[in-house]
T-cell receptor, first 115, second 112 residues
């Protein structure tokens, strides 16, 4: 089992540039999550997809952030334009269809630095 | 006040000690309680979960929920240096079980 795959692992960009983060969930999982983790704010849910459909995007900080899931095996999180305060580790997680507790499987994360 | 409170630590203990990690919460509707472990530069991984109250044991790890006190604990027996990581608690309501409310995480250091 390959686990959740994220790319790139590290991204350094200048303020104002567009950043695209990519995620391949575990095969067969029907839910996908994008999180952001910082020392100050901890782990924050940005957006949740179920069966490729965005269900809850209330955590997306502002219009500069957008996420898509064109199919069950791929999702992107885009920041345009990027700002220094977007510097964080961005995690993608996926979850299988289950009743009860949602077991989320996290990828290794993308460490984003905006200068 | 945050919905879930967790002391960020760091908590440093000698190898072999019993470790107690804790979270308090304010939302009485929480029914699912989870502990995730996060090694440095890695994503969180689910360690244990419990539903409602009670204890759950898995090897050296025991998760405990006290709903009357709104308090959850993770105990690690015979702690090992490989247990050094950040431990995050997470909780959810039954009707929105995808929406996990996370603690800040406690950094645990096991000294050889």
């Amino acid at each position: 089992d390959a686990g959740v795959i994220q790319s790139p692992r590290h991204e350094v960009t200048e303020m104002g540039q567009e950043v695209t983060l990519r995620c391949k969930p575990i095969s067969g999982h029907n839910s996908l999550f994008w999180y952001r983790q910082t020392m100050m704010r901890g782990l924050e849910l940005l957006i949740y997809f179920n069966n490729n459909v965005p269900i809850d995007d209330s955590g997306m900080p502002e219009d500069r952030f957008s996420a898509k899931m064109p199919n069950a095996s791929f999702s992107t999180l885009k920041i345009q334009p990027s700002e220094p305060r977007d510097s964080a580790v961005y995690f993608c997680a996926s979850s299988p269809r289950t009743s009860g507790v949602t077991k989320q499987y996290f990828g290794p994360g993308t460490r984003l630095t905006v200068t | 006040q945050k919905e879930v409170e967790q002391d960020p630590g760091p908590l440093s203990v000698p190898e072999g000690a019993i470790v107690s990690l804790n979270c308090t919460y304010s939302n009485s509707a929480f029914q699912y309680f989870m502990w995730y472990r996060q090694y440095s530069r890695k994503g969180p991984e689910l360690l244990m979960y419990t539903y409602s109250s009670g204890n759950k044991e898995d090897g050296r790890f025991t998760a405990q929920v006290d709903k009357s006190s709104k308090y959850i604990s993770l105990f690690i027996r015979d702690s090992q240096p490989s247990d050094s990581a950040t431990y995050l608690c997470a909780m959810s309501e039954p009707d929105s079980n995808y929406q996990l409310i996370w603690g800040a995480g406690t950094k645990l250091i096991i000294k050889p």
